[in-house]
Protein backbone atom coordinates (compact mmCIF):
# COMPACT_ATOMS: atom_id res chain seq x y z
CA UNK A 1 0.00 0.00 0.00
CA UNK A 2 1.41 3.45 -0.82
CA UNK A 3 0.44 6.51 -0.30
CA UNK A 4 1.58 10.04 -2.14
CA UNK A 5 2.13 12.70 0.39
CA UNK A 6 -0.26 15.79 -1.29
CA UNK A 7 1.80 19.28 -2.35
CA UNK A 8 0.68 21.61 0.80
CA UNK A 9 0.84 24.56 -1.29
CA UNK A 10 -2.55 23.36 -2.84
CA UNK A 11 -4.95 23.18 -0.32
CA UNK A 12 -7.71 20.25 -0.22
CA UNK A 13 -11.01 20.70 1.09
CA UNK A 14 -11.99 18.17 3.84
CA UNK A 15 -15.12 17.85 4.71
CA UNK A 16 -16.45 14.92 6.95
CA UNK A 17 -18.91 12.54 5.42
CA UNK A 18 -21.94 10.79 7.45
CA UNK A 19 -23.36 8.91 4.95
CA UNK A 20 -20.81 6.70 3.19
CA UNK A 21 -19.19 3.35 3.94
CA UNK A 22 -16.69 1.50 2.06
CA UNK A 23 -15.15 -1.98 1.34
CA UNK A 24 -12.84 -3.25 3.82
CA UNK A 25 -9.41 -3.16 2.28
CA UNK A 26 -7.01 -5.38 2.60
CA UNK A 27 -3.40 -4.62 4.36
CA UNK A 28 -2.05 -6.85 1.08
CA UNK A 29 -3.42 -4.52 -1.46
CA UNK A 30 -0.21 -3.20 -3.11
CA UNK A 31 0.22 0.48 -5.38
CA UNK A 32 -1.00 3.48 -4.37
CA UNK A 33 -4.36 3.86 -2.46
CA UNK A 34 -4.24 7.19 -0.92
CA UNK A 35 -2.58 10.52 -0.17
CA UNK A 36 -0.96 11.66 3.25
CA UNK A 37 -2.07 15.68 3.58
CA UNK A 38 -1.04 17.84 6.38
CA UNK A 39 -4.20 19.11 7.81
CA UNK A 40 -5.08 21.57 10.73
CA UNK A 41 -7.60 19.59 12.69
CA UNK A 42 -7.73 16.04 13.66
CA UNK A 43 -9.25 13.04 12.35
CA UNK A 44 -10.44 9.83 13.65
CA UNK A 45 -9.21 6.44 11.45
CA UNK A 46 -12.02 5.38 9.53
CA UNK A 47 -13.70 8.19 9.12
CA UNK A 48 -15.09 8.79 5.90
CA UNK A 49 -14.46 12.21 4.12
CA UNK A 50 -15.46 14.35 0.81
CA UNK A 51 -12.19 16.22 -0.93
CA UNK A 52 -12.06 19.21 -3.29
CA UNK A 53 -9.21 20.32 -5.06
CA UNK A 54 -10.12 23.84 -6.57
CA UNK A 55 -7.28 24.93 -7.74
CA UNK A 56 -6.50 21.79 -10.36
CA UNK A 57 -9.88 20.62 -10.98
CA UNK A 58 -12.97 22.31 -9.51
CA UNK A 59 -15.08 20.00 -10.56
CA UNK A 60 -12.92 17.13 -8.65
CA UNK A 61 -15.07 15.58 -5.94
CA UNK A 62 -14.11 12.16 -4.24
CA UNK A 63 -14.89 10.21 -0.95
CA UNK A 64 -12.59 8.59 1.24
CA UNK A 65 -11.44 7.27 4.38
CA UNK A 66 -8.82 8.37 7.10
CA UNK A 67 -6.58 5.65 7.33
CA UNK A 68 -4.73 6.80 10.33
CA UNK A 69 -4.02 10.26 11.80
CA UNK A 70 -0.50 11.30 13.39
CA UNK A 71 0.18 14.42 15.23
CA UNK A 72 3.03 16.50 13.69
CA UNK A 73 3.81 19.75 15.26
CA UNK A 74 0.70 22.26 15.27
CA UNK A 75 -1.13 20.32 12.56
CA UNK A 76 -1.96 16.89 11.89
CA UNK A 77 -0.39 14.30 9.26
CA UNK A 78 -3.29 12.48 7.47
CA UNK A 79 -3.62 9.54 5.40
CA UNK A 80 -6.95 8.72 2.97
CA UNK A 81 -7.05 5.79 1.50
CA UNK A 82 -9.66 5.37 -1.00
CA UNK A 83 -10.65 2.16 -1.57
CA UNK A 84 -13.06 2.40 -4.18
CA UNK A 85 -11.10 1.59 -7.58
CA UNK A 86 -12.66 3.98 -9.76
CA UNK A 87 -11.98 6.83 -7.13
CA UNK A 88 -8.49 5.96 -6.54
CA UNK A 89 -7.76 5.42 -10.18
CA UNK A 90 -8.96 9.03 -10.19
CA UNK A 91 -7.24 10.46 -7.49
CA UNK A 92 -4.03 9.27 -8.31
CA UNK A 93 -4.35 11.57 -12.08
CA UNK A 94 -5.26 14.57 -10.08
CA UNK A 95 -2.68 13.90 -7.29
CA UNK A 96 -0.01 13.46 -10.22
CA UNK A 97 -1.35 17.04 -11.61
CA UNK A 98 -1.11 18.28 -8.25
CA UNK A 99 2.35 17.38 -7.91
CA UNK A 100 3.65 18.82 -11.59
CA UNK A 101 1.92 22.17 -10.21
CA UNK A 102 3.71 21.75 -7.12
CA UNK A 103 6.92 21.68 -9.05
CA UNK A 104 6.06 24.25 -11.37
CA UNK A 105 5.18 26.63 -8.33
CA UNK A 106 8.82 25.60 -7.02
CA UNK A 107 10.52 26.43 -10.01
CA UNK A 108 9.14 29.65 -9.92
CA UNK A 109 10.27 30.24 -6.26
CA UNK A 110 13.76 29.81 -7.80
CA UNK A 111 13.33 31.87 -11.01
CA UNK A 112 12.82 29.60 -13.06
CA UNK A 113 9.25 30.12 -14.98
CA UNK A 114 7.94 27.45 -16.38
CA UNK A 115 4.40 26.87 -18.25
CA UNK A 116 2.22 24.32 -17.22
CA UNK A 117 3.52 21.73 -20.51
CA UNK A 118 7.29 22.74 -19.64
CA UNK A 119 7.09 21.84 -15.81
CA UNK A 120 4.63 18.97 -17.15
CA UNK A 121 7.57 17.35 -19.20
CA UNK A 122 10.45 17.90 -16.63
CA UNK A 123 8.61 16.30 -13.83
CA UNK A 124 7.01 13.45 -15.77
CA UNK A 125 11.43 12.95 -16.85
CA UNK A 126 12.38 13.27 -13.07
CA UNK A 127 9.59 11.65 -11.36
CA UNK A 128 7.13 9.39 -12.95
CA UNK A 129 8.70 6.31 -13.14
CA UNK A 130 9.09 6.44 -8.94
CA UNK A 131 5.34 7.71 -8.74
CA UNK A 132 3.03 4.91 -7.23
CA UNK A 133 1.00 2.37 -10.02
CA UNK A 134 -2.29 2.18 -9.75
CA UNK A 135 -3.20 -1.99 -8.81
CA UNK A 136 -6.11 -3.66 -9.37
Not at 5 to 28: C, M, N, R, W, Y
Amino acid sequence: MEFVAHPKDLPLDITVVEDQSFPTVGTDRIGFVGITYLAPLSYQAGTCVRITLQEIDPHFCVTGRIAWCDKEQEEYRIAIEFPNNDDCYCVRMVEQLSQIEHYRRQAKSQGRRLNYNEAAAEWIKQFAASFPAFTL
